[in-house]
């Protein structure tokens, strides 16, 4: 489930789930940590019946995301699995995991420290993945072209969900039962994964399971620091330099606050710092209501170029030219609307 509207805490901890080049080109990415060695198969005996291979631990494993309503950054859907008997005694009696966003920034960046942190008792008995759905990707599939199927945002993140069961599967995990935080119809989203996962025993969703079940709030705890980290290397690199005027205190948090569209700070950034023709960059969901009608009125105003499309290809050749607004449909300026770019067209005639 979303985060409450809070800035990112300074990146006190950088989990190995974060990666910068993969956030600052505007790319999707997943990571998995090492399986423990504990929760893999044994190895196969001499005696072992032909055909049959050996299982690991029966596992649980808990789903949840951070992230699904801001316009700025990506959403990030985390996974956390451990073995069945310890759930509860490690996660909530020894650890005190909890929703995320009931633990304060400081104790959801310890717990992800002892998580990354060889010969503790969570790495060595638990492990977890992430799926970031950067900004760009979000926005590509709901504003496809009207020839596309809408790629939705519940339909990306149902994929995101069973591309991470899958790998955890695949790298040998016995998961035996599956906990998963839900932002819709339960039942729906819960028939859908019973079809993708026959072989699991016992998949649960249900609301607010970040806070009825132990792996699913280390899920969210993974997911949360995540995209909390990832916001704050969004912003060094993007935001910091566009923020007109900063100084050493805005050094030290982000002008555009949380990224959502209600925090003032996020949409005074956006309105501050919005090109002319690129809008933002790969940190903002242009699908987002914010920022298409921020976008509208700029270009209603002048302040922002208005590019046509056309609807379907009727096979003529043209111009990069032909799709922006002319100056008599109240482009502004005259002639070539890119001339003052690359210099005006030169006819045979000179040759």
């Known amino acids: 489930m979303d985060e409450p509207m809070e800035d990112a805490p300074s990146a006190v ?21 090492e399986v423990p060695p504990s929760l893999l198969p044994p190895p196969p005996s001499a005696t072992a019946t032909p055909g049959t291979a050996p299982l690991g631990p029966p596992c649980v494993l808990g789903i949840d995301e951070a992230g699904r309503g801001p316009v700025l950054g990506p959403m990030v859907y985390g996974v956390f699995y451990l073995p069945l008997p310890l759930s509860d005694p490690l996660l909530r009696d020894t650890h005190h995991f909890d ?9 959801r960046a310890s717990l992800m420290q002892t998580l990354c942190t060889p010969t503790t008792d969570l790495y060595d008995s638990c492990g977890w993945a992430i799926r970031a759905l950067s900004a760009r990707d979000i926005s590509a599939g709901m504003i496809r072209p009207a020839s596309s199927a809408v790629y939705n945002l519940n339909a990306q993140a149902m994929d995101a969900t069973v591309e991470l069961i899958k790998g955890v599967l695949d790298r040998g995990v016995n998961v035996k039962a599956i906990y998963v935080d839900t932002v819709g119809p339960p039942a729906t989203h819960q028939a859908k994964l019973e079809r993708a996962f026959p072989g699991v025993d016992s998949i649960t969703v249900a609301k607010k399971a970040d806070s009825l079940y132990p792996c699913v709030s280390a899920a ?19 935001g910091k330099k566009g923020h007109e005027g900063a100084n050493d205190e805005n050094d030290e948090a982000m002008a555009w606050g949380s990224g959502y569209p209600s925090d003032a700070r996020c949409v005074g950034w956006l309105r501050g710092n919005m090109h002319p023709v690129f809008g ?8 987002w209501g914010t920022a298409k009608d921020m976008m509208e009125a700029a270009a209603s105003k002048g302040g ?26 109240g482009g502004g300026g005259g002639g070539d609307e890119l001339e003052t770019w690359f210099g005006a067209p030169t006819g045979l005639e000179a040759f």
């Open 13 to 33: 901890f950088i989990p190995p789930s974060i990666n910068e080049s993969a956030l600052l080109a505007g790319d999707s990415y997943s990571y998995f940590s």
């Open 99 to 107: 929703d995320s966003k009931v633990l304060t920034p400081a104790v």
């Open 220 to 238: 969210s705890v993974c997911a949360k620091v995540t995209r909390d980290v990832a916001l704050e290397t969004l912003w060094s690199a993007r």
């Open 280 to 287: 933002w960059g790969p940190e903002c969901r242009f699908s």
């Open 304 to 329: 922002a170029v208005n590019v046509d499309w056309p609807i379907e290809e009727d096979g003529d050749s043209h111009r990069v030219t032909d799709f922006f607004v002319s100056a008599d449909q």
